[in-house]
């Protein structure tokens, strides 16, 4: 038997780590992983609460959010390949400019 | 059953199925060169051994006590575990997958597999689609454009016709009710119109599905056709160019060891797993179904080897175009089809 | 017990994957500790008893979308990131900022938690039900998700695509 607070903890800090990469990575690609990362903290605190209240919506509310991250994750490489074709380089602060 | 004898069979079951399993590849690597010799009228290997039987033994002592070379300017973590990663994955998705009926001695019974869980299709899938790292972090990490090329063109490869597989095994689960792989052979069970076995692949247009598998399979373990990430003749090797010795064999058993799982796969969804006539004794009628399942498995692997034989290689346009406007379509209609066929039937 | 056990060791997987990921300089790193950063969620999963929510992280999460992380890293042969002036600013505001944040929520939660106790297996999450739910109560969000990933993958086509004009300069230059 575990509490049911481990588990919101363990998805806070995973949370906390993914606002943490998103805050000090540079690197674009490793900025998006940092969501995906925010986003699988978020699914662990929907399948706990889904264990907690009996109730499977919390379970189909992931396959929602693992969409939703799919899609994400294919605009946003296609948006980092087009970037990187334009300016050749993945480091967000050069990246300043609304045109070439 | 308590938790010692559980842990005990569990640990005889999974040794007993990873030698025979390591064992398998490595008679199938002499089948090949055997088959594939004698198609394009050679004798294969004959030296060591009667009709080269110890080949794969001699083969193993030489790639054991050969120089393990690495590169200088691979990466190295990454460069280790590439071919450690695709053998791990290779191998453990054997662990769902029911081989035969139940082996009972006395008051002791047990399933010949090493687990029954009730999502056994979808941890094959996921093992599976894990693999691909294996490929792409060893092209990537060799740091030579051969190898990346390779990578590249591997894990392109093996996320689209990910896909088409996937989709196509849909039209039997819809039939089967269960991602159970022992359920869905148990839904195999029987015949119809009293001669014809209820298997998958005669029913509900799964012929289709049949057809679309075993090509998406034979492009996600990059056999020929579809051996892209390897081709020798354009990228050296491919992703394990700079790969010898021992992780060079990794990579090969690998391979080898993805063929049985996805001819095993084939087997169990589409012709009903271990079915098949039980006559004699007892103990004989336990053993049985183990022989017509890996009656079904040598079949499969012959017709990769077959396939090998026969078919030039794809261009590497010709092979996304394939996957993406034929495949693709094809196994989305055949699972309209069969959704339709299986609602409308009284 | 073996709960706690089972939950601790792939808890700590978890966080340690993340912390490697913020530590690595190298993306294809970070990548591959996010990989196993979900293969241990996908543990956690299971544990709550949520089957097939765990079989779908390792396909679609692990299988899927890291594999292509990787690949658009490889592809564009991304090297170790530098440093650069903007992100000391997010150093010494933004981790203070979000440490003290965890640790009230972590305080909060673990204080004054009421929320209960999971056994293993809590909420056991077989395919057929979670089918049901989908199919009927969540048709509509079900529907509209499939056309967000149709528009998704336009959008990537569109985007990744060369634009022509690049393509005719190179063929006529």
Redesign the interface.
Known sequence: MVPLSYYLVLSGILFACGVTGFLIKRNIITIFMSIELMLNGVNLSFVAFAARWQQLSGQVFVFFVMVVAAAEAAVGLAIIIALFRTRETLNIDQVNLLKL | MNITTFIIVSVIKTALVLFVLLTAVAYTVWLERKVVGHMQNRWGPTRVGPFGLLQPAADGIKFLFKEDLTPPHVYKPLYIAAPMLAVIFAVTSIAVIPFGNWFSVGNFRTPFQITDVNIGLLVVLGITSLGVYGVALSGWSSNSKYSLLGGLRASAQMVSYEIALGLSLVGVLILAGTFSLRGIVEAQAGHFWGFIPNWFIFRGGQFVAFFIYLTAAYAETNRIPFDLPEAETELVAGYHTEYSAMKFAMFFMAEYANMITVACLASLLFLGGWSGPLFGPSWLQQLLPLLWFFLRVFGFLFVYIWVRGTLPRFRYDQLMAFGWKFLLPLAIANLVVTALVVVLKP | ML??IL?SVF?LV??GG??N??LQRH??N???S??V??GA?AV??L???????A???????????M??????????N?GE???????RV??LL??PA??A??VI??WA??AR?N?????IG??P???A??AQ??FH??LL?FEV?SV??L???M??????A?PESVERTKREG
């Open positions: 709960h706690l939950f808890g978890c966080v993340a912390v990921l913020l993306p294809i970070s990548a591959l996010l990989v950063v979900m969620l956690e999963f544990l709550l008893g949520a089957e097939f929510v079989a779908i992280q390792v396909i679609v999460y692990a299988g899927a979308v594999v292509l992380f990787v690949f658009v890293i490889m592809l564009l991304a990131e530098e440093r650069t002036s903007g992100s997010a150093w933004g981790i979000v440490l944040g965890m929520v972590c939660l673990l938690s929320a209960g106790v999971a056994a809590a909420l999450g077989h395919p039900d979670i739910l989908l109560q969540f969000p998700t967000l990933v528009i998704a993958i959008g990537a086509v569109v985007l990744a060369r």
